[in-house]
C-alpha cells in the first residue's frame, strides 16, 4: 500500500497533484511520500513484535535528510557503508549508538570517525580490516566494537550484482575463517566482539535464503559460544524485495516476521536488522515531462526529461519500474521504449512497454523511485541533480533544491598556471 492514488483522474501523493508539485518545482522530480514511509516502517515493527532487535536502516537506499530525519524520529538506527553516510545520519539527528558500519573497504580515515562518534558496532569484512580497525582504536585510545561480517553462502536467487552472500563475491568472510578471527578479535584487547553479521543480497523475493542463511548462523554463534566468545546480537542484514511490477508477490513483511522470528527462537541475543529497499522503495516516486516522441523504423520511443542519471536501475540491472500518466490516461495504448536525453544506449526507463498514448508537455509517473533512485543519480551530460520534495499529508517540504549551473563547477578549476607541486608548497 502506498499514498500515490489517483482521484478524479489524477495522480496525487498524499493530499498534493503531483503535477502541482511539477509545475512548482519542476522535472525531473523525486516526490516522498511520509504516510507511506511511516506505514512501512509500522509494519515491518509491527511484524517483530516480541522480538529483542533494532531495525537500522540502509542509507545507502535513500540518503536524503529528510528521510533520515523521518526515520530517525520514528525510532531508526541506521546501517551505513561510508563516512559520509555517517556524517549524513547524524546531520538528521540520527543516533550514533544505533548505527552500524557495513562496508568492504573503510578507510582509517572512516573508521577513526566511526569510532570517535561512538557507533553501535563495525561489521570487519576481512582478517587485515581486523588488523586495520584494532590499529586505528589503539591509536585513538578505544576498544573498537566488532562484528564480523560472515559469508552464510546462500544464493539469494536475485540479480548477480545485487546478490552478496555467496562464496565468490567480494564481500564477508567464510565461516571457517571466520572462527579463526573471532579467536583473534577475542584475544585483542583494542577490540570488543558484539555479534556476527551477514547480509545475503537485495530484492530477495523468496524467504528460503534468508532463513538458510539464519540457520547457518546460529550454527556459527553456537559454536562461538561453546569456545566462550560471547556473541551479543545477530545481524541478518536486508535484502527484503518489494513488488516492483503488479505480478511480482514477494513476502509481506508480517511473513518475513514471522520467519525470522520463529527461526530465532532460543537465541537469547539482540537481532539486528538492516533493511533499505523495503521501506523506502515504494515510498517514493519520479516524476517526468514527455519531450518528444519519434519512431525509427518500427519502432517507438517516448523522450522524457530524466534519464539514466536521474534513475540508473533500469540501464544498470535491467530493472523494471511501472509508468503511468500523471493526467487522466488516454483511451489509446501504445507500445514504446521510454528514453532520456543521455547520449547512451541504454539510456532506458523501460523498454517494450504498454502505455496510454502520452504526448509531448505530458507529465509520467515512475513509480518505486524512492529506493537507489536519487542516491545512485549523477551529472552524468552535465545535468543538475533532480529536486526532491517529501509530502506529508498537504504539507510538501523542498528536501532537495533542484541543483543549477553553478553546481555542477562547484570546487572545480581550470588555472591555465597551476602552482608548483613540491614539499615546499605542501602536498595539494
Ligand atoms: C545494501 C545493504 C543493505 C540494504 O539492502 P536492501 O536490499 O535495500 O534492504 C543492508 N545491509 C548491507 C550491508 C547492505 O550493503
Not at 159 to 178: C, D, M, Q, R, W
Not at 199 to 209: D, F, M, N, R
Not at 285 to 296: A, E, G, M, S
Request: charge should be positive.
Amino acid at each position: 500500500m502506498n499514498h500515490f492514488q489517483r482521484r478524479d483522474g489524477e495522480l496525487f501523493a498524499e493530499e498534493v497533484p503531483l503535477a502541482a508539485l511539477a509545475a512548482a518545482h519542476g522535472t525531473p522530480l523525486y516526490v516522498y511520500s511520509t504516510a507511506t514511509l511511516t506505514r512501512h516502517w509500522k509494519v515491518l515493527e509491527g511484524s517483530l513484535r516480541g522480538l529483542r532487535h533494532l531495525t537500522c536502516y540502509a542509507v545507502k537506499a535513500n540518503s536524503s535528510l529528510a528521510v533520515l530525519s523521518l526515520l530517525a524520529r520514528l525510532g531508526a538506527g541506521f546501517d551505513i557503508v561510508s563516512g559520509g553516510e555517517l556524517y549524513r545520519v547524524r546531520k538528521a539527528g540520527g543516533d550514533p549508538r544505533k548505527v552500524v558500519f557495513s562496508g568492504v573497504g573503510k578507510r582509517d580515515d572512516e573508521v577513526a570517525f566511526a569510532l570517535e562518534a561512538g557507533v553501535r558496532v563495525l561489521d570487519v569484512e576481512s582478517a587485515e580490516e581486523l588488523a586495520r580497525v584494532s590499529i586505528v582504536a589503539r591509536r585513538l585510545g578505544k576498544r573498537a566494537p566488532v562484528a564480523l561480517r560472515v559469508n552464510p553462502d546462500v544464493d539469494p536467487r536475485t540479480h548477480p550484482y545485487i546478490s552478496t552472500g555467496l562464496k565468490g563475491n567480494k564481500f564477508g568472510v567464510p565461516v571457517e575463517e571466520a572462527l579463526r578471527l573471532y579467536a583473534l578479535a577475542a584475544r585483542d584487547r583494542a577490540l570488543r566482539i558484539r555479534g556476527v553479521a551477514m547480509h545475503i543480497g537485495s530484492q530477495v523475493t523468496e524467504l528460503a535464503p534468508f532463513l538458510d542463511a539464519i540457520a547457518r548462523m546460529r550454527g556459527l554463534v553456537d559454536e562461538l559460544r561453546r569456545q566462550g566468545i560471547a556473541v551479543g546480537h545477530l545481524d541478518i542484514g536486508g535484502g527484503l524485495g518489494i513488488p516492483y511490477e503488479e505480478s511480482e508477490e514477494p513476502p509481506h513483511p508480517d511473513a518475513y516476521g514471522a520467519a525470522v522470528k520463529k527461526a530465532l527462537r532460543g537465541f537469547g541475543g539482540e537481532v539486528l536488522l538492516e533493511p533499505g529497499r523495503l521501506l523506502v522503495g515504494n515510498a517514493g516516486v519520479l516524476v517526468t515531462r514527455v519531450l518528444y516522441r519519434k519512431r525509427n523504423g518500427r519502432k517507438r520511443f517516448v523522450v522524457v526529461d530524466a534519464g539514466m542519471n536521474d534513475l540508473v536501475r533500469p540501464a544498470m540491472y535491467g530493472a523494471f519500474h511501472a509508468i503511468e500518466p500523471v493526467g487522466p490516461p488516454a483511451a489509446a495504448e501504445i507500445t514504446c521504449d521510454v528514453v532520456g536525453p543521455i547520449c547512451e544506449s541504454g539510456d532506458f526507463l523501460a523498454r517494450g512497454r504498454r502505455l496510454p498514448e502520452p504526448e509531448a508537455g505530458d507529465l509520467l509517473c515512475v513509480r518505486s523511485a524512492g529506493a537507489y533512485g536519487f542516491a545512485m543519480s549523477s551529472q552524468y551530460n552535465a545535468r543538475p541533480r533532480a529536486a526532491e520534495v517529501l509530502v506529508d499529508r498537504d504539507r510538501v517540504l523542498l528536501a532537495r533544491r533542484r541543483e543549477a549551473y553553478p553546481d555542477l563547477v562547484r570546487g572545480e578549476s581550470a588555472r591555465p598556471r597551476p602552482r608548483r607541486f613540491g614539499p615546499r608548497r605542501g602536498l595539494r
